[in-house]
């Protein structure tokens, strides 16, 4: 089976720019969480989509957003681009249905300019 | 300003040796904890769980352990392998499904 799979892997932007990340979760799973990783504030969660809807959200601005489609691939976007945005943004699936192991992609690497 | 970095503390063991790492978490009411193992360049990877109904769960060559009188978490790797360098990842979650928290984690270096 296939695992979580993310692209772009390396992005740059320039600030005010804005970005959209994609993740294809496992086969069969409905939750996608999306994590920032940062070498200052360690892994930091974004929000969770389940069945197309934002069930769990983190303490981010809005500039961040997410979304969820009907296959329950994700997608997320940051607007108005910040140097601080720079990070490793991580997606992680799981079936979402009870407290089970999220497995994690590869992570995509954006650089802000 | 200039921003302070976490510090990862960092683990450094001898090929064959034990090695155990530690984590304090948050949140009493948390009913899930998870290890994970990042490697440089990889998202993290799923090593063991353990739910708060136990205080010890044993996997391939790891040991969970559980104190919620104190909120503590350890890690236990036997028999180091070069392979298990890497940064190591607690995680808690609730009791409902709920976003995962993780620690800062601690960076294991083995020493050949």
């Known amino acids: 089976k296939a695992g979580v799979t993310q692209t772009p892997r390396y992005l740059i932007k320039t600030r005010g720019q804005q970005v959209t990340l994609s993740c294809s979760p496992i086969?069969?799973?409905?939750?996608v969480s999306w994590y920032q990783q940062t070498p200052g504030q360690g892994l930091q969660f974004l929000f969770e989509y389940f069945s197309e809807t934002q069930r769990n959200k983190g303490n981010f601005p809005g500039r961040f957003s997410g979304r969820q489609f009907s296959n329950s691939r994700s997608e997320m976007n940051v607007s108005t681009l910040e140097l601080g945005d720079s990070a490793l943004y991580l997606c992680?699936?799981?079936?979402?249905?009870?407290?089970?192991?999220?497995?994690f992609g590869p992570g995509t690497r954006l650089l802000v300019l | 300003g200039e921003s302070v970095g976490l510090h990862l503390p960092t683990l450094s063991v001898q090929e064959g040796d034990n090695s155990i790492i530690n984590c304090a978490y948050s949140?009493?009411?948390?009913?899930?904890f998870i290890w994970y193992k990042q490697e440089s360049g990889k998202g993290p990877q799923f090593i063991i769980d353990i739910r708060s109904n136990m205080d010890k769960r044993q996997g391939q060559r790891v040991t969970v352990l559980l104190n919620k009188t104190v909120k503590h978490l350890s890690l236990q790797i036997a028999a180091t392998q070069p392979g298990d360098s890497a940064v190591y990842f607690c995680a808690e979650a609730g009791t409902s499904y709920d976003k995962v928290i993780f620690g800062p984690g601690t960076s294991l270096s083995v020493i050949p």
């Open positions: 992680a699936s799981s079936f979402g249905t009870r407290q089970e192991t999220q497995y």
């Open positions: 086969s069969g799973h409905r939750s």
């Open positions: 949140n009493s009411a948390s009913d899930y």
